[in-house]
């Protein structure tokens, strides 16, 4: 359930009407809604409820700091994955000891900046991090909260650049050499062991993958049980897909999953983390984008509109399915057409071959689904300033960031000067 509903035929965001806010901030145009989010994560708590766990929302999804700090409100953690991710937490009133950092390869200047914020613990990926992450610690003077990240070898069945838990992937240690380095770690006084972690993939479909790995990694804790080393949390990791195409079969509900994993996790008795990203906020946003032009290359329709790839990769990478639909009424007439951004890319597509109400030059149309890995993937290519994002909450709409100017286009940049080596300098600096 989301509350991008349809009233008298116009599409709102809870209580402001789409085509307002795209007149107010022009288009491209993220639009999120609180309710939404405020939903998702209840759903999602009340799923989980009876197990002692710490839900850290993964911050890659969507680091706006208006969702952050929503959720930060609602009493979420943040799995992050940069030492950017972690400055964003921090502006946003996250409270750094909720704080799980992630990654394969974080600088020693990143685990730096999270060991002095005091973050939760730093999820090791290899060998030769947690030497890193202990040579770091000693020079601060202070000991390393750490967790292995264990590759399971479990196959999450998802799209397989989102499929992060098996052996052929980079991430995480495999399990025998876990074993090994948790030994080594519980012996170095500037690490301080808290915990496994797992991650094995994203818009996963099915409770069994899920079920398949935390059966895993109870089978590590208890072999680690046996030497005396005892963990303090099991991080699950994220990935429970949402449904995007309502044609199609859903994915299992947090109710459906969470009673499942509670079942799975009785017998552990730490407490146990999660890193849920695209559940939270996927349907909680919608982006918004104008029909530039509407023309056929022989019997292909296209729908030509002024949102591409640089604002929504995810059709381009994954060839994912997102729904689209008219903000006004829609017409009566279907059609089959692609729906194709303004980039010189053949890549550039919103939906292809889809069939949908008619449209014309001048629309409005609404991207569903586009909360999570939307405007955090976004870039500039093709010098085109990133969209705007505002966050509703009931009547209210919030500017939750201003649409790039092209001054931001060049910022930081400087031109080559004519005469001397590259002119002054300080360029080089
Ligand atoms: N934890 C870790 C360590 C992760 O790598 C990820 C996502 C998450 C948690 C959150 O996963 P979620 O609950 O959102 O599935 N750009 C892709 C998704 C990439 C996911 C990367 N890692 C997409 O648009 O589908």
Known sequence: MNHFQRRSGRLHAEQVPLDELARTHGTPLYVYSTATLTRHWKVLERSLRGLRHLTCYAVKANGN???LSTLARLGAGFDIVSGGELYRVLQAGGDPRKVVFSGVGKRDDEIAFALGAGVRVLDVE???????????????GVRAPVALRVNPDVDARTHPYISTGLHRNKFGVPAE???RLYRLAARDP???VKGAAMHIGSQITEVAPFLDAVKRMLGLVRKLEK???TLGHLDIGGGLGIPYDASAEPPPT???WGAALRKALRGFRGEVLLEPGRVLVGNAGVLLTRVLHVKRNGRRRFVVVDAGMTDLVRPAMYQAFHEIEPVGSPAERQVTCDVVGPICESSDFLAKGRRMPEVAQGDLLCVRSAGAYGFSMSSQYNARPRAAEVLVDGEEALLARRRETYADLVRGEEPARRGGRLGSRRGLR
């Open 227 to 229: 030497e005396g080393i």
């Open 177 to 179: 050499e876990a074993l």
């Open 65 to 67: 700091l208006s969702v």
């Open 126 to 140: 290899s060998a030769s991090e947690l030497a890193r992450v202990s040579v770091v610690a000693r020079r601060l």
């Open 254 to 256: 947090p109710a459906v």
């Open 190 to 192: 500037a690490l301080h």
